[in-house]
Nanobody, 123 residues
Framework: QVELVESGGGLVQAGGSLRLSCAASGRTFSSYDMGWFRQAPGKEREFVAI????????LHADSVKGRFTISRDNAENTGYLQMNSLKPEDTAMYSC?????WGIGCIKKYAYWGLGTQVTVSS
């Protein structure tokens, strides 16, 4: 069993930055692609970014491309999401997952999912 714990969320003004972390227990972190997803109140879960298990391939949603960057450190069993130029529409609960599907496919095909960290961007 793997536990994913997200951290780094908070309240930030528009234009600001946050760095989210996703810490995984166990030794299987490097065996999975890892993704970040978000869900705002009243909206469906949305794909944000995903990174391959070896860290060489990434995919970012068009809505965050150029502003957010996904990365991982397999030695530390930790994934990251650097978020710059934040906008009020980025406000959501952000969760990480160890994926069995790629990109948006991870929403339905995943191995583990974290509880999330809240990001609130004020205008």
């Amino acid at each position: 069993q793997v536990e994913l714990v997200e951290s780094g969320g908070g309240l930030v003004q528009a234009g600001g930055s946050l760095r989210l972390s996703c810490a995984a227990s166990g030794r299987t972190f490097s065996s999975y692609d890892m993704g970040w997803f978000r869900q705002a109140p009243g909206k469906e879960r949305e794909f944000v970014a995903i990174i391959a298990r070896n860290g060489r391939t990434t995919l970012h949603a068009d809505s965050v491309k150029g502003r957010f960057t996904i990365s991982r450190d397999n030695a530390e069993n930790t994934g990251y999401l650097q978020m710059n130029s934040l906008k009020p529409e980025d406000t959501a609960m952000y969760s990480c997952a160890l994926c069995l599907g790629w990109g948006i496919g991870c929403i339905k095909k995943y191995a583990y999912w974290g509880l999330g960290t809240q990001v609130t961007v004020s205008s």
